[in-house]
């Protein structure tokens, strides 16, 4: 996949808070219009090497939002 749709993703997970609780519950649905079952894979790991070369240096604000406490509205 392309760089776009991994910035995407990252973007999404970090900024949308509705997209990252789909993505808590069923990550394999809320990926795979973006990215490849290895590329999701990796994702759900944490898999650094190959989240490196998937071409973005955002891992690290990913991992960081990624299924955190989400406060109640």
Known sequence: M?????ETVIGRL???RAFRLK????PDAALQ???????IKAV??????TLSG???DRWDELFASLCREVPAD
């Open 44 to 49: 759900k790991s944490g898999d650094g090497h």
């Open 54 to 56: 998937m071409g973005s």
């Open 23 to 26: 993505y808590c519950e069923d």
């Open 33 to 39: 219009m973006y990215l490849s079952p290895e590329q």
């Open 14 to 16: 970090t900024n949308d």
């Open 2 to 6: 392309a760089i776009e749709h991994v």
